[in-house]
């Protein structure tokens, strides 16, 4: 694709939707930054604190861009188009990136373009081969979301499951933080899990219908479990840290794959991708390898800097946006969902 190009594609892409601000650059489909300033203050309050949030993005916005250019070696002079992530997400951190890039697009008097957060998740496939060929399932696994989408091509996605109340990243920072630890806990409960029995202790696999998720149950039979445990023996949860992480890890990622699996019968597709924060799950990235080799399928996953949030893969969105001269109005605005 990138040798047919007439002109060079130069794309300057901001994501600000949740807590950490980032800012890629992109010439001709190849990445040449990807900064992120991950933002810590969250972690004294257990979660995102959307007020905080949009105040640290308007700090942390403009030197993560200048970074990211320094590292490119790109002028801004030279930019094609100011791309940025549109939404869903936390809507006071969505408008500081928005407002961010509409600024500097007008500026500079190139196109602006506004990308779907979780579009862009699907899209980081296409920022190292192989790339997945078309038509091709991808598990997409956030903090916010979790679906199953079916893609045809670069923009033809049909959601063909999705979770009907918690999201499986979400599952994880809760059921991380009935343990007492801090957020987010997905990071964590992958470290403890490496040392702890995935068979310590068994929890219910959702039953949902279909190709949809649901982890509000398995959220509620794991505190009543801690609840009872801790009552019997105080200590429990500290003797029990890395069974209980890996347990709770092992009913989560079952329930993945058991959907996915589904997935790939119903459809009979065998190209296979995972994307969102959740997919840096190293349990989970094991998982759908062994799966895909069960069914003989082509997996793709992501590297660990395109899985959790990251401005590159709203800039590989944007390039082929850009082919498509699919550009934002001036006065556009985000959207939270
Ligand atoms: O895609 P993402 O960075 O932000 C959203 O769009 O939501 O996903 C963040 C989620 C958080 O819930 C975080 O705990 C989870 O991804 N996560 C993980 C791991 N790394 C990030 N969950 C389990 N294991 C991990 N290694
Ligand atoms: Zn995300």
Known sequence: MTTNLQQDIIILAVESSCDDTAAAVLYNGKILANEVASQ?????????????ASR????????????????????????????????PGLIGSLMVGCSF????????????????????????????????????????????????????????????GKTIDDAAGEAF???????????P??????????????????????????????????????????????GLNPNFINENLADLCASI????????????????QKTGIKHIALAGGVSANSALRKAIQEEGIKNGWQTYIPAFEYCTDNAAMIAITAFYKYQ????EEMNTAPFAR
């Open 56 to 87: 640290a993005h308007q700090q942390n916005i403009l030197p993560v861009v200048i970074m990211a250019l320094q590292k490119a070696g790109v002028d801004k002079k030279e930019l094609s188009a100011i791309a940025f992530t549109k939404g």
């Open 185 to 230: 806990g997905g990071p964590l409960i992958d470290k403890y899990a490496q040392s702890g029995n995935p068979k310590a202790f068994l929890f219910p696999v959702p039953q949902i219908p279909d190709l949809d998720f649901s982890f509000s149950g398995l959220k509620t039979s794991f505190l009543y479990f801690i609840q009872k445990q801790v």
């Open 173 to 183: 920072d809760k059921a991380a933080k009935m343990l007492g630890l801090p957020y």
């Open 40 to 52: 810590q203050i969250h972690e004294l309050y257990g979660g995102i604190v959307p007020e905080l």
């Open 101 to 160: 890039a509409k600024s500097m697009a007008q500026a500079l008097n190139v196109p602006l373009i506004g990308v779907n957060h979780m579009q862009a998740h699907v899209m980081a496939h296409f920022i190292d081969p192989p790339f997945p060929a078309f038509p091709f399932l991808c598990l997409t696994v956030s903090g916010g979301h979790t679906q199953i989408v079916k893609m045809s091509d670069y923009f033809k996605g049909e959601i063909i």
């Open 249 to 264: 890890q092992f009913t989560i990622i079952k329930h993945l794959i058991k959907k996915i699996v589904l997935a790939a």
């Open 324 to 327: 498509n001269f699919d550009f």
